[in-house]
């Protein structure tokens, strides 16, 4: 079984490099993943995935906590797994982003390992 909260920190540390990679230097990003018609979107994406990698280092050990994250993991890893899938074959992007998409799978995977979070507590 895999430590769920080791695993949001690692997954959270990751989706903030991948996030603010464009923002701090388009031009290596680019010259990896192809160039980008929309810069500001691009920005936008990697600005949000940096916010959910935060949260996600951030999450507490509880089981709120817990959860909160593999939520997230879950699914910025789904979302990001489908565009890779989809687009790849398209021509849109090009096909380095199969690496993320292995890298995805990985997460979600390593999600999946976790088993059962405890149960959720109620407060009166």
């Known amino acids: 079984m895999v430590d769920p909260l080791a695993l949001a920190r690692a997954h959270g540390l990751f989706n903030v490099l991948g996030g603010v990679w464009p923002l701090l230097s388009l031009r290596t990003f680019e010259w990896v993943c192809g160039p980008k018609t929309d810069e500001w979107l ?9 916010t959910a990698g935060w949260s996600m280092l951030r ?18 890893a789904v979302t990001l797994l489908v565009i890779d899938l989809v687009y790849v074959p398209l021509g849109r992007i090009r096909p380095t982003y199969l690496i993320d ?11 999946w390992r976790t088993g059962r979070l405890p149960a959720r507590t109620v407060r009166a």
């Not at 920005?43 to 949000?48: A, I, P, Q, S, V």
């Not at 998409?101 to 999600?111: D, R, S, V």
């Open 59 to 76: 999450a507490s050990p509880g089981a709120e906590g817990l959860r909160h994250a593999r939520r997230l993991g879950v699914g910025t």
């Open 42 to 50: 691009l920005k936008t994406c990697g600005g949000l995935l940096a």
């Open 101 to 111: 998409a292995a890298t995805e799978i990985a997460w979600l995977t390593a999600w």
